[in-house]
């Protein structure tokens, strides 16, 4: 029981990074790497959730992959779609250091609120 009331804690703020993700740009002051930046966010949470859920513990990283070949290791089959959103670790640190990348614009965005939406709802799918 502990461990469920742990994985919706999880899956709660990945929801809430997803639902500030999905607001985009508000005001001009608004930068899409740190829309993206939550788009990472959320989808980390979800897979850390399904993790606890799932008796595991997750590792203190951003990396998607990681947490998903944990998963795969542990006899889970992860889906095409929410495998291809591991290129969203990018967002978990190089987009928030300025000067160190290509600034992001609306289409990428767009495409990683695409992805992080599939990976929380696979996950919701599962609980």
């Not at 500030?20 to 005001?27: D, H, L, P, Q, V």
């Not at 002051?29 to 850390?48: G, I, M, R, T, W």
Request: aromatic share 8%; hydrophobic share 40%; with cysteine.
């Amino acid at each position: 029981m502990r461990n469920r009331l742990l994985a919706e804690q999880w899956l709660g703020r990945a929801r809430s990074n997803l639902s500030r993700a999905a607001m985009g740009k508000t005001s001009p002051d608004v930068v899409y790497e740190d829309l993206c930046f939550d788009c990472q966010q959320a989808a980390e949470k979800s897979l850390k959730a399904f993790m606890v859920l799932n008796n595991l513990v997750p590792s203190a990283t951003h990396s998607l992959s990681l947490l998903t070949e944990t998963l795969e290791k542990n006899g889970i089959d992860i889906p095409g779609d929410v495998k291809g959103a591991v290129g969203l670790s990018y967002y978990a640190v190089t987009t928030r250091y300025p000067g160190h990348y290509e600034p992001i614009e609306e289409p990428e965005f767009l495409q990683a609120l695409s992805m992080a939406k599939q990976v929380v709802a696979w996950v919701e799918s599962r609980f």
